[in-house]
């Protein structure tokens, strides 16, 4: 499946904490920099979300903010 | 100012494309990786966005998805 | 690629009108029913998207609200 | 009430399942398709959500994205 | 129709800026304060937003960001 | 930090419910109007967001619907 949304980084999970409804997942980009990411607690288990797998985070361009100092 | 928004992250301007009311930034993060944004183009004008600048790139938790292969 | 975007419905494009920065597309599902989306005039041409392409309308859970009458 | 949101989706409530904050609602559109939502406690209770309910789903064009095989 | 979304902010439109795809609509709630919106340019027409317009903002609780200073 | 995002509103913490991973946070801007914002559990605690505080809400244009009655 290729996908509409501009962004599709490469990384691993290095961190899942589920909640009632929502999961919390950490991903780990190649270069060490972390991004975090929120989904649903089904689509984490769906996903089969462990520690260590690789995976995409994707993001669309609008979804994006810029800021300056 | 400091942002409930998770992930903020380091890069500069790589390219700046300017429509009629969005204007789509390139940002390459310190690793290589680049990110696009789409903001207003009031937003990009205001900001004072050209190549080169240094910029973060930020997005809220909830707009990371997680796609595997 | 599977992702964590909880709806995932199939379908085909209808229309693609593209503006400056961005391009709608009309997708039909196969119930009839219309779904509009906005995505980069640069992700509509990657993907190649021309009237009859069989597709996917991609919508994260969060982002779907409820309205009653 | 009219709203900018272009895709405003006939359906009705198949399943509502709360969370602490959040609370996942399964819409069932006229076709039979299911379509997902996370809205908040207070909306769900607020809107009276319950199996059966004749709703919208309700999603703006910018947050569809579009995928191919 | 009574909808999900937890920000329904009363105010009347004080500018219409449209763009190919994308219109800038800005709206002044009762206060004086502004707050500014992209919708598609089919959904502003569909709307009849002129200046003066009684409109109400509409914001999801989740795309509210909180920032302190 | 200035960011992209077009709408800055200045206002106060006026509660703070916190969930398993996501924290509401009522804010009542200036006015007396209220707006509700849904961030991480992380968040809320990295910003010290307690009854009283002054803080912003932070909304992206696209993220603000118009609606009509």
Redo the contacts between chains.
Sequence with gaps: ?????????KGKVKDV?????????V?E???G?E??????K???E????TDG?????????????????
């Excluded at 499946?1 to 980084?9: D, G, H, K, T």
């Excluded at 797998?53 to 100092?69: G, P």
């Design positions: 499946m290729e996908i509409s949304a501009r962004n599709v980084l904490n589920p909640g009632a409804v929502n999961t919390e997942v991903i980009l190649s270069n920099v991004i975090v990411s929120i989904i649903t089904d689509s984490a769906r996903l089969g979300l797998k690789a995976v995409y985070a994707v993001v669309k361009a609008s979804d994006v903010m810029v800021a300056t100092d």
